[in-house]
């Protein structure tokens, strides 16, 4: 199994009801291999940063098993930055800012030792970017996912669609989903999603659960209903990294054990959100966890006997 991670490790400066922050270190990558980590000993980073990108937090990565043969650092250049400011629901926010800095000339480079690849996780990036890391593999892996948001689609549509069309599974939140199809109803808009290309569509609605799609087949996760929702910033990200990871070591891409992979990146992203940034992901113990996915379990448990 080797698992291979691509996206953005960024600054962020975030502003929620609860408070604000300064530049910390985020990114879809930075969260994903977080996530992925607590499932696999070992992934596999491609990314960039810039100089000014704190070492220790690289080091950090590694102790958490990531590998960084393939990140980046361009000495003289800016880490990529995002800015974002969440409404009072918590449930959407406005970009502030965003500088590509590093982004903005990304060439993904993949180290030779990379080339094991069976599960390719493609991290929010630029679409060109991501179809770019799937051609340089010199063997398709067994499952790709994908995450992309509403800014490529604006911006760089014709090379997402190409992007879609090499990809089996498709992570996105409900908004992503109805400007992607022009559908307001998720199944018609599943449905249209599905034909661009993914085998299996994710509809992520935040505090609301998830959604899986595959040919005429619907799953429904729920979100656990939490105390503390501190900062949402990266639990898709953290939901799309357990989800993977999860599915790299159990080895079973089955529509049944996406089911199992929903949960557990359900249940990692219910952590992320109880503090700024990834504090909270990186201390979640096994039992922890374990717990969580407890409350999952009862919280969708029950029985009804049908007439016949
Ligand atoms: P999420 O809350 O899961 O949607 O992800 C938030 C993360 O996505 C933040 O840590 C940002 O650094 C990162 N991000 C935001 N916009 C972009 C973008 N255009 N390209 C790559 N990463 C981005």
């Not at 393939?70 to 406005?94: A, P, V």
């Not at 898709?236 to 079973?252: E, H, K, N, R």
């Amino acid at each position: 199994m080797s698992l291979v991670i691509v996206g953005s490790v960024a600054f962020d400066a975030i502003e929620t009801p609860f408070g604000k922050t300064d530049k910390i270190v985020g990114g879809a990558a930075t969260y994903i291999s977080l996530a992925a980590s607590r499932f696999v000993k070992q992934s596999k980073l491609v990314a960039v940063v810039g100089g000014d990108f704190p070492k220790q937090d690289i080091e950090m990565l590694r102790q958490h098993g990531v590998v960084t043969e393939g990140l980046q650092i361009k000495e003289n250049e800016k880490t990529f930055f995002w800015s974002g400011k969440y409404h009072n629901d918590m449930n959407s926010r406005d970009t502030l800012v965003t500088e590509l800095n590093v982004l903005g000339s990304f060439d993904p480079i993949l180290p030779a030792s990379y080339q094991d690849c069976e599960y390719l996780m493609l991290g929010n990036l630029s679409p060109d970017v991501q179809s770019s890391v799937i051609e340089r593999l010199q063997k398709r892996p067994k499952l790709i996912v994908m995450d992309t948001m509403n800014f490529w689609m604006e911006i760089a549509l014709p090379a997402l669609q190409k992007t879609l069309t090499m990809v089996d599974v498709l992570s996105i939140n409900d908004e992503e989903a109805r400007q992607l199809s022009g559908e307001y109803s998720l199944v018609k808009a599943a449905r249209k999603i599905l034909s661009m290309g993914p085998r299996y569509l994710i509809i992520k609605k935040g505090e609301h659960g998830a959604l899986l799609f595959h040919e005429d087949q619907v799953f429904f996760a729920p979100a656990l209903p939490l105390e503390e929702v501190f900062d949402p910033t990266g639990a898709g990200d953290t939901f799309a990294g357990g989800f993977i990871g999860y599915l790299a070591s159990t080895g079973d891409v089955s529509f049944n054990n996406m089911k199992r992979a929903i949960i557990h990146g359900s249940a990692l992203a219910s952590f992320c959100v109880e503090k700024f940034g990834t504090e909270r992901l990186k201390e979640v113990s096994e039992q922890e966890l374990d717990d969580r996915l407890q409350d999952f379990i009862e919280l969708v448990q029950f029985e009804i006997k049908i007439k016949a």
